[in-house]
Every structure is written in C-alpha cells, then in structure tokens.
C-alpha cells in the first residue's frame, strides 16, 4: 500500500516513514507501520573520523567501539545487521535501536576521496538527511565536522578529531 504525503502529496513506497519529496513524516504510514511506537528522531551515537590517517570510530552507548580505515576501503557501509540476510554492514545499528528507529539493512555508505568524508543514502526506505536536509539516493554528499546524520529517526553525531582523541576499539 502506497502513501501520499499530506503536505507535498507525493504517492511514497510502502512503509516509507519520511516523504522521498519533501522529507516531511507521512503521519498515515506511522499509523499503518510496524514502527507504531516510534519515538521522534533519537540521538544514538558518534560517528569520529580522523581525517589525516582516514580512521573512522563509531561509538553508541555502552557498546564497544567500531574502528575502520575509511581511506582503505571502497566505503563504510551504515545499517543493521539481520539474521536472515547474508550481508551485514560494517557499522551495525541495531544495538542502537536501529529496527524500531527505521534504519534498514544497508542504509548508507561513507566514502573518503578527495580527501573529504562522503554519505550515500543505498536506496534506504526510510531516507537519509544531514542536518536536516534529505540526500538522494546513491549521490554522495560531502560532511563536515559537527553534522548531524539522520538515518531514518536515528540520528547521528559527525566529528572530526585526531586519532590520539579517539576512544581504543
């Protein structure tokens, strides 16, 4: 079943929480969701990059650190891990609360090239927005230090610090 948002009157896919046009909550598909008890957008963790030696750590409350060498990679890939499926993301947000918060299984990817932090949403149902405004789908949008990611009502903190500042995995 599709959903039209009420502000913009996009038709959205099924269980779409936030309008693909506009980016406003489709207040219908709350109704009709699993995600029923969704609470508002909830801060959930850091995401700290060291640009110099391109490391990146992730840190959600009392779970243990992820480190990755974004330079090293082809990306870092943002979701939740599912028992049922044969790939799991390299940062894993279901101890975060991922499910309920309409994070999907591989939400978005970070990329370091031209020597800047890049997301890009993969398609998610749930969408994608970096303070506030929402990203297209599979088109890279440069970060900077101190913005806040939202992967569907999951938010995220981006900070840039060096290595020596970080957390150990």
């Known amino acids: ?33 699993p995600f029923v008890s969704q609470p508002p957008p909830a801060f959930k ?44 993301p390299d940062i894993d947000l279901r101890p975060a609360d991922g499910m309920v918060l309409g994070v999907s299984r591989q939400h978005a990817r970070l990329t370091f090239y031209n020597d800047a932090l890049h997301i890009t949403d993969l398609g998610s149902t749930n969408g994608t927005m970096v303070n506030g405004r929402r990203l297209r789908s599979y088109q890279p949008m440069p970060l900077q230090h101190g913005d806040e990611i939202q992967l569907g009502s999951l938010v995220l903190l981006l900070s840039f610090a060096r290595t020596d500042e970080l957390p150990r995995a």
Do not use: W
């Open 1 to 33: 079943m599709k959903n039209t948002c009420s502000y913009c009157h996009h038709v959205n896919r099924a269980g779409t929480l936030i309008c693909d046009q506009c980016g406003q909550p489709l207040a219908t598909t709350m109704m009709r969701s």
């Open 45 to 88: 963790g850091i995401i700290r990059f060291d640009q110099r030696r391109g490391i990146l750590k992730f840190q959600s409350g009392s779970a243990p650190v992820v480190s990755l060498e974004a330079r090293q990679r082809a990306g870092v890939t943002v979701g939740r891990f599912d028992p049922t499926s044969t790939v799991a």
